[in-house]
């Protein structure tokens, strides 16, 4: 077979068949009920041996757009007369013999676990995605019903930071360009799922301490990493009862909301101190503090370790 494309005046003049719809139009649209799992179940169960589907429901099978209407719809339920629980679905399917969409119960096996669903590639048979499945005890009345809607997913939007989409769906993911951060929106807010600041450079020159090591700040995904460096001290003695100020200062954007950190601080000499990392809500945001620590003579080093925290 030659190359060929469609819709196109070359290609049956423009016509398609169902076959060649289905092949360019599922991928549209992904396969499921258009909304998210906060909307009432799609299934619920009816009176005896029956399931209903909610009104006014639409979703797309393949491209094929589907909508239970305006009243639902009610599905029968077959009868159990072995002596095990069988475990029936409700699905969605596309039926190519002669290219519908409808509601469907796929039966079960009684004492076996739920049947896999039939997903004919190609342009026979039929395409089932899940809506719910149907617990049926041994000789029920009454069946219950487990949700098991699949939803539409939302497109990965490349977007700035600063203008993000204002009426995002629940699970809608953006690609900041400006700043690489994937976002994902939770339904009361944009969360970070994936960032990368690079290394930072957060040293904060200052005339007590000599900077003999760099510190640097990475944050990833939300979390912040340090690695502080190492200092000298440079001003004279100082006394152990009066805290001193390191040369490093984390970015605003950076800082933990409401959490001071603790550091060792380890001391040539074999002592130890304590450093202070101070949060957004502190008196000293963002800025290091040895805090706890023996009397340090001027040229004692501190060697220091590192911390993380959530941003």
């Known amino acids: 077979m030659a190359q060929d494309s469609w819709p196109?005046?070359?290609?049956?003049?423009?016509?398609?068949?169902?076959s060649e719809y289905e092949l360019v139009a599922r991928r549209f649209s992904d396969d499921g009920v258009y909304g998210s799992p906060t909307?009432?179940?799609?299934?619920?169960?009816?009176?005896?041996?029956?399931?209903?589907?909610?009104?006014?429901?639409?979703?797309?099978?393949?491209?094929?757009?589907?909508?239970?209407?305006?009243?639902?719809?009610?599905?029968?339920?077959?009868?159990?007369?072995?002596?095990?629980?069988?475990?029936?679905?409700?699905?969605?399917?596309?039926?190519r013999s002669n290219w519908t969409v409808r509601a469907a119960i796929r039966q079960g096996t009684p004492g076996a676990a739920a049947p896999p669903l039939v997903r004919n590639a190609g342009d026979t048979g039929v395409w089932e995605i899940l809506l719910a499945g149907v617990t049926v005890p041994a000789g029920a009345t009454a069946v219950s019903v487990t949700r098991g809607e699949l939803y539409v997913g939302s497109r990965v939007r490349p977007a700035l930071s600063s203008h993000l989409n204002p009426y995002p769906e629940l699970g809608e993911m953006a690609w900041e360009?400006?700043?690489?951060?994937?976002?994902?929106?939770?339904?009361?807010?944009?969360?970070?799922?994936?960032?990368?600041?690079?290394?930072?450079?957060?040293?904060?020159?200052?005339?007590?301490?000599?900077?003999?090591?760099?510190?640097?700040?990475?944050?990833?995904?939300?979390?912040?990493?340090?690695?502080?460096?190492?200092?000298?001290?440079?001003?004279?003695?100082?006394?152990?009862?009066?805290?001193?100020?390191?040369?490093?200062?984390?970015?605003?954007?950076?800082?933990?909301?409401?959490?001071?950190?603790?550091?060792?601080?380890y001391i040539s000499g074999l002592q130890i101190g304590r450093m202070t990392i101070g949060s957004a809500a502190s008196d000293t945001p963002g800025q290091i503090w040895l805090t706890q620590k023996p009397d340090i003579p001027t040229g004692r080093s501190i060697l220091t370790s590192g911390a993380s925290w959530v941003v």
């Open 8 to 18: 196109s005046p070359g290609h049956n003049n423009r016509a398609i068949t169902d």
């Open 39 to 95: 909307d009432a179940s799609v299934v619920t169960a009816g009176t005896g041996l029956t399931v209903n589907i909610r009104a006014n429901v639409s979703a797309s099978v393949r491209g094929h757009a589907w909508t239970s209407g305006t009243t639902g719809a009610t599905l029968t339920i077959a009868p159990n007369a072995a002596g095990s629980t069988r475990v029936d679905r409700v699905v969605l399917r596309l039926d």
């Open 177 to 265: 360009t400006d700043t690489q951060n994937l976002r994902i929106w939770d339904g009361g807010a944009w969360r970070t799922t994936y960032a990368d600041s690079g290394p930072i450079n957060v040293d904060s020159p200052l005339s007590a301490w000599t900077i003999q090591t760099q510190s640097v700040l990475q944050v990833r995904n939300g979390n912040a990493h340090l690695r502080l460096g190492s200092f000298v001290r440079a001003a004279g003695p100082l006394s152990g009862d009066v805290q001193s100020r390191l040369p490093v200062l984390i970015p605003p954007a950076y800082r933990h909301a409401t959490r001071d950190q603790y550091v060792i601080a």
